[in-house]
C-alpha cells in the first residue's frame, strides 16, 4: 500500500472521528499536533473541563487483531511524551483539566469509541 493511499485513508478516518466528537459536544482543540520528533497526536478535544487526547486508527479489515492491538508500547510512549508538550504548552488555557487517552476505530462496520485505553 503505497504512502498516497495510507494518508488519505487516515485523513478520511481523522475526519470521521472528529465529526463524531463534535456530534458529541465535544470541540476540537488540535488536529493532528505534532511535537517535533517525539510524535503526533491526531485529535485533542475538549469537553466539560476535559481534554482527550485521541488516536484515530482507520481499518479495512479486522485482520491482525484489529485497531486496538496496533498501539504497542512505543506508540503508548510517543503519544504521551506528544500530551505531555501539548499540556506544558498550554498550560494557562487548560490549568484544572482532567485528561485522558482514548481510541477512535473507523472501519466499515462504523465508529468504535474506547474511552481510556491507557494510563
Known sequence: MDSRY??????CGEDAAADFLEKKG???????????KTGEIDIIAGK????????VKKRNSKKF??????????????????ARK???ENWNEIQGAT???DLISV?????EWIEDIFR
Open 6 to 11: 495510507r494518508h488519505i485513508t487516515g485523513k
Open 26 to 36: 465535544f470541540v476540537i482543540l488540535e488536529r493532528n499536533y505534532r511535537s517535533g
Open 65 to 82: 487483531g484489529g485497531a486496538l492491538y496496533s498501539i504497542g508500547r512505543k506508540k503508548i510512549n510517543s503519544i504521551k511524551n506528544t
Open 48 to 55: 466539560d473541563g476535559s481534554v482527550v487526547f485521541v488516536e
Open 86 to 88: 501539548y499540556l506544558f
Open 107 to 111: 472501519d466499515e462496520n462504523g465508529i
Open 99 to 101: 485528561f485522558r487517552f
